[in-house]
């Protein structure tokens, strides 16, 4: 498995269940790309419930859930659970840019990714590429 992790945003799931969505033949060609380099995910619960949160009705609802599940059960990924220190440093974070638009959980995902030492980040969110990491998308 490749040790170089890749943080899994919001963007990334949104563009691979939505088959409409602009960036799906882009997100699907750069999933295969990690998966034949056996690259190892990070995402977190704050990532799933934003992600779940967008897709919460029709078809897309049951899409979502398949695809959660199957993050759920990867061998590959790991989901960073919520927590109340994780929520207060995200806000903390929140706080000190005022300068950006990053949404509280684009902060969470930033001192995730921090903490980590993750350079490489599945989304197509500018935010990531402000914080200093490489986006995929």
């Not at 977190?44 to 919460?56: D, M, R």
């Amino acid at each position: 498995m490749n040790d170089d992790p890749v943080f899994i945003d919001t963007g990334a799931p949104i563009a691979l269940c939505h088959r409409r969505n602009q960036l799906h033949d882009r997100a699907r060609e750069v999933l295969r790309q990690l998966a034949a380099a056996r690259t190892s995910f990070v995402t977190s619960q704050w990532v799933l419930t934003e992600f779940l949160g967008s897709a919460a009705t029709g078809e897309l609802r049951r899409a979502a859930i398949a695809d959660t599940r199957r993050l759920l059960v990867s061998d590959r990924t790991e989901i960073v659970g919520a927590s109340e220190t994780g929520w207060r440093a995200a806000f903390e974070l929140y706080e000190s840019r005022l300068d950006k638009d990053w949404s509280l959980v684009d902060c969470s995902s930033i001192l995730i990714c921090q903490a980590r030492e993750i350079r490489r980040v599945f989304t197509h969110d500018h935010h990531f590429e402000q914080a200093g990491f490489q986006r995929l998308l």
